[in-house]
């Protein structure tokens, strides 16, 4: 096996879709720290109504026991190296600019998810 081919193996994109009224959204990113506490380079690509849970004050509404609270939840997730993206044309749909988002976040394209997927990455939808 290929140096290359063995890392992308220990990649995975979450890619979400809930916001702040789903308990989705609190598994998603429970499941994306576990697979940082496996040895994996996770990322998070928000799409839909999940941009939104990356907003400055509203990742701190969302809470589904017992669960930790999302915010703990990203914020573990970005201080263990995890990556979070939001799509353009979702963050645009929706108003916001890179100023609305939580520390962390990066409004990025598609084509840097696909390029993982290329490469080999396990993915998971929610």
């Not at 993982?116 to 396990?122: E, I, Q, T």
Request: overall charge neutral; aromatic content about 6%; proline content about 4%.
């Amino acid at each position: 096996m290929s140096e290359q081919t063995s890392q992308a193996n220990r990649e995975l994109v979450v890619m979400l879709t809930r916001g702040t009224d789903h308990e989705l959204s609190s598994v998603a990113f429970t499941i994306a720290c576990g697979g940082i506490t496996s040895g994996m380079k996770v990322y998070a690509f928000l799409v839909s109504s999940a941009v939104d849970l990356v907003r400055r004050k509203a990742v701190d509404i969302t809470h589904v026991p017992p669960l930790d609270p999302l915010k703990k939840l990203m914020e573990d997730f970005v201080a263990r190296g995890g990556t979070i993206w939001a799509c353009p044309p979702c963050v645009k749909a929706r108003g916001y600019t890179q100023e609305d988002f939580i520390d962390g976040v990066t409004i990025q394209g598609a084509s840097a998810m696909h390029e993982r997927l290329k490469a080999g990455a396990a993915s998971l939808s929610f």
